[in-house]
């Protein structure tokens, strides 16, 4: 499944974001969903994942008290709440998905499906 993320743009350092996954043609049920990033000359990085009972969640050190993963069920999105951004922020975010748990949220091979990415671009 191809998923679709949506929400990037530019913003202003110390502004706010807020990205959506979408899995067309199903639901989140029985899936987690992470997100990820990479910026221009460097490899993707992990940023934050939930778990497929919506219970629980892992940020990278990066992030945390930051950035917000919450999915809405009533939606069929999973979010990314991103405050306070800065400069290092900026760079294409990318949603996955992975059939129910997986062993380790942080590594992009634990998904099976991607997004196509979007762009977030954090100006000072």
């Known amino acids: 499944v191809q998923l679709q993320a949506s929400g990037g743009g530019l913003v202003q350092v110390g502004g706010s974001l807020r990205l959506s996954c979408t899995a067309p043609?199903?639901?989140?049920?029985?899936?987690?969903g992470g997100w990820f990033r990479q910026a221009p000359g460097e490899e993707r990085e992990f940023v934050a994942a939930?778990?497929?009972?919506?219970?629980?969640?892992y940020y990278a050190d990066s992030v945390k008290g930051r950035f917000t993963i919450y999915r809405d069920d009533s939606k069929n999105t999973v979010y990314l709440q991103m405050n306070s951004l800065n400069s290092e922020d900026t760079a294409v975010y990318y949603c996955a998905s992975a059939w129910f748990g997986v062993s380790d949220y942080e590594r992009s091979e634990s998904y099976r499906d991607w997004g196509q990415g979007t762009q977030v671009t954090v100006s000072s």
């Open positions: 043609g199903r639901t989140w049920d029985n899936y987690s």
């Open positions: 939930i778990r497929w009972t919506g219970g629980k969640t």
